[in-house]
């Protein structure tokens, strides 16, 4: 079950593909990967409290959902939304914070 926020893109299908065509952009690499993947190095070598995944949980986790939950989205929309489902799941984050998150960066990007 995708949560509600996470559904929420799916639905919009706003891929990279699809945006970058609209735009009129033609680099095949979304302007968001690097701070995905920055990330993603950022929580392999988190030490904290919280429930982080290690690498191998993390890319386990997103290979799973990559191939189920999330297999109608193209890579690497699908690692993000994946990996902010395998935070959801692990109360790393909440889905109101995440809701909130996701209406802060479509605001700026609105305004």
């Known amino acids: 079950m995708k949560p ?5 893109i799916v639905d919009r299908n706003q891929v990279w593909p ?3 065509a609209k735009y009129g952009v033609e680099n095949p690499v979304p302007p968001w990967k690097t701070s995905l993947d920055g990330l993603c ?8 409290d919280a429930d982080v995944p290690t690498f191998t949980e993390r890319r386990d986790e997103e290979d799973e959902l990559s191939a189920s939950v999330y297999a109608g989205l193209p890579y690497p929309e699908s690692q993000l939304v994946s990996l902010a489902h ?3 799941s692990r109360g790393v984050i909440t889905e109101d914070e995440l809701q909130q998150r996701l209406s802060a960066v479509r605001a700026r990007l609105e305004a």
Request: charged letters at 15%; one cysteine or more; proline letters at 5%.
């Open 4 to 8: 509600e926020p996470l559904q929420q």
């Open 18 to 20: 699809v945006m970058a």
């Open 41 to 48: 190095d950022a929580l392999d070598h988190a030490a904290c």
């Open 86 to 88: 395998s935070l959801l």
